[in-house]
């Protein structure tokens, strides 16, 4: 415990009071040496590292040898040398975690989804109101340049008023097993959405299916939103080929986001359909506009990096982040909800 207390990270801050946060981080696999990797390089004091594999901790050793290492995460639960923790662990883990770390008068930042119902996420938010401290979940594509422009293009009209939503989420594994394909990979797809869509959800509907475990590996969601707006989103752990795209048709403009090309990631038509009305014979008149293609600029910036400079920010400046516990919420109620229409096999669920 010692060792932990007394740990400092050397890692210099594009913002020098970010170097006064000294973060723990609980659980060291593919995202968690992400997260220590991306805290260090925006300036936290990185206090300890938390995993309960030996594997874990000395592949941490070998990266960072100054850094104390523990299985115990309630050393750094209860360390009075960390003000946030980090927590990089299963879903079903999150809410005890989470939970513990306010009592103790930690910031938290948490990877996605926020807790594994919605009762553990509203209980969260009030843990951490009462104790007034940042808890903030991990979206990270919230900080992507892609889906930033794609806001300000939605908030300035640029699209026009939203017809509907389209994601397409798929690769050949990794096969989670403690979650499924819909818990795994749509929390992406639903933070983004709630983003960018100023309108909530109204109900939602999900099929799927599964093949090897017992749990859903290929799904399929509805949602839908006020004034005809309507979402789709597409996750499958069995496909071919790795597939991350979205499609988002307004009635001014549509707008196609590849996030796996490297260059032109969104790509913006000016391209729809124009219907008058003749009166006096009730017909509708349909017109194709086909116009130019418009390719905006993106900052290639890492998105991590950028959102946990800002979890760094939040906490210094006390103020609620975009993803805090109340958008993880959202997200996790959206979730359940599609769960229950999944059991159900595709039964209308409102929210």
């Not at 809410?95 to 103790?104: C, H, Y």
């Not at 994601?167 to 979650?179: A, I, K, P, Y």
């Not at 004034?227 to 499609?247: C, G």
Request: contains cysteine.
């Amino acid at each position: 415990m010692a060792a932990v207390a007394e740990s400092l990270s050397q890692e210099a801050s594009s913002n020098p009071l970010a170097n006064a946060v000294r973060v723990g981080v609980i659980g060291y696999g593919y995202w968690g040496a992400n997260i220590v990797r991306n805290l260090r390089s925006a300036g936290a004091r990185v206090q300890a590292v938390c995993d309960v594999e030996e594997d874990a901790l000395r592949r941490v050793a070998q990266a960072y040898p100054e850094l104390p290492l523990t299985k115990d995460s309630a050393e750094v639960l209860a360390s009075t040398n960390i003000d946030a923790v980090a927590i990089v662990t299963p879903v079903w883990t999150h809410f005890e975690l989470a939970k513990a770390a306010l009592q103790n008068g930690k910031h938290v930042f948490v990877e996605k989804p926020l807790a594994a119902t919605s009762r553990q996420a509203e209980e969260l938010i009030e843990v951490a109101e009462k104790h007034n401290l940042i808890l903030m979940v991990d979206h990270t594509f919230l900080f992507t340049g892609a889906v930033r422009k794609i806001r300000q293009l939605i908030h300035s009209g640029t699209l026009g008023a939203l017809y509907y939503y389209d994601s397409t989420r798929v690769n050949l594994g990794l096969f989670q097993h403690d979650v499924n394909v819909v818990w795994d990979l749509a929390p992406h797809d639903i933070s983004i959405m709630d983003y960018l869509v100023h309108a909530r959800p109204e109900a939602v509907s999900a099929t799927g299916q599964s093949h090897f475990s017992g749990l859903e590996d290929v799904a399929f969601i509805t949602v839908y939103f006020p004034d005809r707006m309507i979402a789709h989103i597409n996750v499958n752990w069995l496909s071919p080929v790795k597939i991350r795209s979205t499609l988002i048709g307004g009635q001014r403009r549509m707008l196609v986001w590849n996030d796996l090309e490297a260059d032109e990631k969104i790509r913006v038509y000016d391209r729809g359909v124009n219907v008058s009305k003749r009166e006096e014979v009730y017909e509708l008149l349909v017109s194709y506009r086909s116009g130019d293609i418009w390719v905006p600029h993106i900052a290639g910036t890492e998105a991590l990096q950028n959102e946990l400079g800002y979890f760094l920010e939040c906490v210094i400046h006390k103020k609620s982040p975009i993803n805090n516990g109340k958008a993880g919420l959202r997200v996790v109620k959206l979730l359940e909800s599609a769960s229950r229409s999944l059991a159900k096999g595709g039964e209308l669920v409102y929210l």
